[in-house]
C-alpha cells in the first residue's frame, strides 16, 4: 500500500502501479517461506540482521505462525564495534518483548541476548550454540508439522547460511495466483 501510495503521488496510475508490482520479486534470503524438516515451515531471513531487522522478522514469525510452535534461530549481530554488547543486549530484550516458544542462538556474541532475554523473564526453552553443529540433532527432536522456523542471521554467517540451507526440503512455495500448480 505504500508503494502504490507513493506512485500515485507521482501521479502514476495506479493500474500501472498494481501492474508493476505483480513483477516483484523478494530479494533472496530475506523472510522468504520455504518448507522445512519434518513437514515444518521455515522462514530464511539470513541476508542481514540488525535489531529493527529482528524486531520486524520477529512480529512475522509470530504473525505467520499463530497457532503453531514457533522457534527463533539467531546469530550474532557483525560489524558493531565496541557497540556489540549493547546492540547484543537491545535484540534480547526485543525476543523477551516479542516472544517465541524456543529460542537457539548460535555464536558467541549471540549469547548475550539469550542472556538478556532470560534476565528480563523469557521462561521459554532456551539453547545456547557456539556453532551450529548440534542445532541440526536438536530441530530434528522438537520440530513436526506444527511448527515454524525463523532463521536470523546475515549473509557473513556461513554457519547460519549452511543451516538454513540444511533446513530446507523444497525451494519456495508457490505464489497463490502461480498458474503452474
Same mark, same amino acid.
Given at each position: 500500500?505504500?508503494?502504490i501510495?507513493?506512485?500515485?503521488e507521482?501521479?502514476?496510475p495506479? /493500474?500501472?502501479?498494481?501492474?508493476?508490482l505483480?513483477?516483484?520479486? #523478494?530479494?533472496?534470503?530475506?523472510?522468504?517461506?520455504?518448507? =522445512?524438516?519434518?513437514?515444518?515451515?521455515?522462514i530464511?531471513d539470513?541476508?542481514?540482521?540488525?535489531?529493527?531487522? +529482528?524486531e520486524?522478522?520477529?512480529?512475522? @514469525?509470530?504473525? @505467520? =505462525? $499463530?497457532? #503453531?510452535?514457533?522457534?527463533?534461530?539467531i546469530?550474532?549481530i557483525?560489524?558493531?564495534? /565496541?557497540?556489540? %554488547? !549493547?546492540?547484543?543486549?537491545?535484540?534480547?530484550?526485543l525476543?523477551?518483548? &516479542? =516472544?517465541? *516458544?524456543?529460542?537457539?542462538?548460535? =555464536? $558467541?556474541?549471540?549469547? !548475550?541476548?539469550?542472556?538478556?532475554?532470560?534476565k528480563?523473564?523469557? /521462561?521459554?526453552?532456551?539453547?545456547?550454540?557456539?556453532?551450529?553443529?548440534?542445532? %541440526? $540433532?536438536l +530441530?530434528?527432536?522438537?520440530?513436526?508439522?506444527?511448527?515454524? !522456523? +525463523?532463521?536470523?542471521? *546475515?549473509? %557473513?554467517?556461513?554457519?547460519? %547460511?549452511? +543451516?538454513?540451507?540444511?533446513?530446507? &526440503?523444497?525451494?519456495?512455495?508457490p #505464489?497463490e495466483?502461480?498458474?503452474?500448480?
Amino acid at each position: 500500500m505504500g508503494a502504490i501510495a507513493a506512485i500515485h503521488e507521482l501521479r502514476v496510475p495506479i /493500474s500501472v502501479a498494481i501492474k508493476q508490482l505483480a513483477t516483484f520479486k #523478494k530479494v533472496n534470503k530475506q523472510l522468504q517461506l520455504f518448507e =522445512g524438516i519434518n513437514g515444518s515451515i521455515l522462514i530464511d531471513d539470513t541476508w542481514s540482521l540488525t535489531t529493527t531487522s +529482528l524486531e520486524a522478522a520477529l512480529k512475522v @514469525l509470530n504473525s @505467520l =505462525g $499463530e497457532g #503453531k510452535k514457533k522457534i527463533a534461530i539467531i546469530g550474532t549481530i557483525t560489524d558493531l564495534g /565496541s557497540w556489540g %554488547y !549493547i546492540i547484543h543486549e537491545q535484540a534480547g530484550e526485543l525476543i523477551h518483548k &516479542i =516472544g517465541v *516458544d524456543v529460542l537457539i542462538t548460535i =555464536g $558467541e556474541h549471540a549469547r !548475550i541476548m539469550a542472556d538478556r532475554a532470560v534476565k528480563l523473564g523469557f /521462561s521459554k526453552p532456551v539453547y545456547i550454540f557456539n556453532n551450529n553443529i548440534l542445532v %541440526y $540433532e536438536l +530441530l530434528h527432536e522438537i520440530v513436526d508439522e506444527n511448527t515454524i !522456523i +525463523l532463521i536470523k542471521g *546475515d549473509m %557473513y554467517s556461513k554457519q547460519i %547460511y549452511q +543451516l538454513a540451507a540444511d533446513l530446507k &526440503i523444497k525451494k519456495t512455495f508457490p #505464489k497463490e495466483n502461480d498458474s503452474r500448480q
